[in-house]
């Protein structure tokens, strides 16, 4: 079983379109993220959401918009797509264990190709 | 805001040799957690090994282990007998405890080679 699954793994549309991508994650963790992963490999948050409310609202322009329908979802949602946002974006998802860090579970990655 | 460095952009090794990553990092925290992630080429983020900051022992996992200097803010991963199966982009990553707006901090990188 998949513990951090996105959907689709490769999109590739066309400037102006609006597209999501969808995570699930069957680890029953409190909270997911999402981040950016540039041309140059570099990571970088984008929004986090806690038992689906939104606690990391990186500096991201509008037409991003997360959302998170219950704790084990949180989809992205692109508006007006860019040649920019060209990227890989990655859904991820954590929990503290009696009050420790484990780190994150990573899903594999969407590719977001706008021409 | 904390930040991340691996110095190395690009590395290479023999296959059963033995090759050590560098990570430095800057924070003022006292507690904190740090780790490397590696990403083969099939973009998979794959969780390597973890180490917290209040202890001083360095983790080891298999053939990976650190060495955590926690004064000199280094965190290097050393990688023993090197296989090809470990050609990948590492990434360092800091985390402070969590506060529930706390997300995982990453350098830019170094690319693996392991060479036959």
């Known amino acids: 079983d998949t513990a951090v699954s996105q959907t689709p793994k490769y999109l590739v549309t066309q400037m102006g379109n609006d597209k999501s991508i969808k995570c699930e994650q069957n680890?029953?963790?409190?909270?997911m993220y999402w981040y950016k992963q540039d041309s140059k490999k570099f990571l970088k948050i984008m929004f986090s959401?806690?038992?689906?409310?939104?606690?990391i609202n990186e500096t991201v322009p509008n037409r991003f918009s997360p959302k998170s329908p219950d704790k084990a979802h949180l989809n992205l949602h692109i508006n007006s797509l860019e040649l920019g946002d060209s990227a890989v974006y990655f859904c991820a998802s954590s929990q503290l264990v009696a009050g420790e860090n484990y780190g994150y579970t990573f899903g594999s990655g969407t590719r977001l190709t706008v021409v | 805001a904390q930040t991340v460095t691996q110095s190395q952009p690009e590395m290479s090794v023999q296959e059963a040799e033995t090759v050590t990553l560098s990570c430095t990092y800057d924070t003022s925290e006292n507690n904190y957690y740090l780790f490397w992630y590696k990403q083969p080429p099939s973009r998979q983020m794959i969780l390597v090994i973890r180490?917290?900051?209040?202890?001083?022992q360095n983790a080891t996992e298999n053939r990976f282990s650190v060495n955590f200097q926690k004064a000199a803010k280094s965190f290097s991963l050393k990688i023993s007998d090197s296989q090809l199966g470990d050609t990948a982009m590492y990434f360092c990553?800091?985390?402070?405890?969590?506060?529930?707006?706390?997300?995982?901090?990453f350098g830019k990188g170094t690319r693996l080679s392991v060479i036959a």
């Open positions: 680890l029953g963790h409190d909270t």
């Open positions: 959401y806690n038992n689906k409310e939104l606690i």
């Open positions: 180490q917290e900051a209040y202890k001083q």
């Open positions: 990553a800091f985390m402070k405890p969590y506060s529930g707006n706390t997300p995982l901090v």
